[in-house]
């Protein structure tokens, strides 16, 4: 079984303040997930990365996969409230088709 | 182009009953998971279905099944609903040959 651990589970900061999200991983992922999401909905994609040692910026956001695709990371530059919510980061096992989620980073940016 | 699609949003069943989830995935798309979100367990994965088959199923007991049919879409039924079955039901669509998934808004059902 494929595991994933996410790190930290909580994260209250202030606006403008950066911050970095881990998730981590002994075994190795055909691809990386990262979601966020809201109270009662469904995940929203923020990005896949799939080469090792690839990094995608997006805006403010830039998510980085380790180079023997077991590890990712998420980082945010001077964070907005807008920002607020649960994060996740999900691999994907392509023998099952099946997602390992994380078990989310809750973040809360404070005005 | 629209999201991916379920209903109902919210269910309330009691214990014993069965209940029927449906999902329609985004347009292209052929492939349809489904997952259970709890706040003790998080996201798991109940199962995976392509071509109206299923192609593979998570950890969960005989009581949740799916199918989908020739359209792509799909439904979920979980029999003798149990109150641990409480959760937010998601169902995702991917395009063939492709790892990124797409999550619907979700199914809430409380068992009481």
């Known amino acids: 079984t494929q595991l994933l651990e996410q790190s930290p589970q909580f994260l209250s900061i202030q606006e403008g303040e950066n911050l970095t999200v881990y998730c981590n991983s002994s075994?190795?992922?055909?691809?990386l997930q990262w979601y966020r999401q809201e109270p009662g909905e469904g995940p929203v994609l923020l990005v896949t990365?799939?080469?090792?040692?690839e990094v995608k910026k997006l805006k403010r956001l830039t998510f980085q996969f380790g180079d023997a695709r077991k590890d990712s990371s998420l980082h945010i530059t001077a964070a907005q409230p807008g920002d607020t919510g649960l994060y996740l980061c999900?691999?994907?096992?392509?023998?099952?088709?099946?997602?390992?989620f994380g078990s989310g980073t809750r973040l809360q940016v404070q005005p | 182009k629209a999201g991916v699609t379920q209903t109902p949003r919210y269910l309330i069943k009691t214990r014993g009953q069965q209940v029927t989830l449906s999902c329609s995935p985004i347009s292209g798309h052929r492939s349809v998971s489904w997952y259970q979100q709890t706040p003790g367990q998080g996201l798991q994965f109940l199962f995976e279905y392509f071509s109206e088959t299923q192609r593979n199923k998570g950890n969960f007991p005989g009581r949740f099944s799916g199918r989908q049919f020739s359209n792509s879409r799909s439904e979920m039924n979980v029999s003798t609903l149990e109150l641990g079955d409480s959760a937010l039901y998601l169902c995702a669509s991917s395009r063939v040959r492709t790892d990124t998934q797409y999550f619907g808004p979700g199914t809430r059902l409380t068992v009481l």
């Open positions: 990365v799939v080469t090792g040692g």
């Open positions: 999900a691999g994907m096992d392509t023998g099952r088709r099946a997602l390992t």
């Open positions: 075994s190795v992922f055909s691809s």
